[in-house]
């Protein structure tokens, strides 16, 4: 079936590391694919998105890109913040299948030390 | 700010109670969503409406009754719950139910069973 599998967590990196969190997925169609942040208290967040191959999706210096070939969509950022410190799901939707119905990975916490 | 509006942003309830979940929206969204979220898991799927018709129930229990009273309103009924009802419950919003529009989440009500 249709899966999403992100790099297991937690991720601790110093202020202005640089940032990946491996994003691979399953799909039998044409996913969109999208990353969600989700700060401490509160709900999800769309950060990025993506809608076909090779499009790469950009937000707060956040990027992604659509990689039909290795089936992924790995996240990055070049310098990260304290603030940045947040959980980051990855997520597909089937626009073949017109339910809305979002697949997400497990989740991968980011934690950034001043 | 977040532009789906949850409310209570707490509940806390005996399992003989009734109470309800009411999330808005003035977005002009055609699809919303009622999601579970469980601590360190990802969001888990419940309704969905389309249209304000429901077309997606994930063999979520009786107890949870969705309503969609017009297009900018959702609740979530909630009577007899269990303790492991407690979870967080996020509502979003998305201009239809195809696979290019990114979900647009409320911070959610976090419902506690006793």
């Known amino acids: 079936g249709d899966s999403v599998t992100q790099m297991e967590g937690p991720v601790t990196l110093s202020e202005e590391a640089f940032l990946t969190i491996n994003c691979t997925y399953t799909?039998?169609?044409?996913?969109?694919l999208f990353w969600y942040v989700q700060y401490p208290g509160e709900g999800l967040q769309l950060l990025l998105k993506?809608?076909?191959?090779?499009d790469k999706g950009s937000n707060k210096g956040f990027e992604a890109t659509y990689r039909k070939e290795t089936t992924s969509f790995h996240l990055e950022k070049g310098s990260v913040q304290v603030s940045d410190s947040a959980v980051y799901f990855c997520?597909?939707?089937?626009?073949?299948?017109?339910?809305?119905?979002?697949?997400f990975g497990q989740g991968t916490t980011l934690q950034v030390k001043p | 700010d977040t532009e789906v509006t949850q409310t209570p942003k707490h509940l806390v309830m005996g399992m003989t109670n009734k109470k309800s979940l009411k999330c808005e929206q003035h977005?002009?969204?055609?699809?919303m969503y009622w999601y579970k979220q469980k601590a360190k898991k990802p969001p888990e799927l419940m309704f969905v409406?389309?249209?304000?018709?429901?077309?997606i129930n994930e063999s979520v229990p009786s107890r949870f009754s969705p309503e969609c009273p017009n297009s900018s309103l959702l609740n979530l009924h909630l009577h007899a719950l269990q303790p492991e009802d407690s979870a967080l419950y996020l509502c979003?919003?998305?201009?239809?139910?195809?696979?290019?529009?990114?979900?647009?989440f409320g911070n959610g009500t976090r419902l506690t069973v006793t």
């Open positions: 979003a919003s998305s201009s239809t139910t195809t696979g290019f529009s990114p979900l647009h």
């Open positions: 799909a039998t169609g044409y996913p969109s």
């Open positions: 993506a809608t076909k191959a090779d």
């Open positions: 997520a597909l939707t089937l626009d073949s299948g017109n339910t809305g119905k979002l697949i």
């Open positions: 977005m002009g969204h055609r699809a």
């Open positions: 409406y389309s249209y304000e018709k429901l077309s």
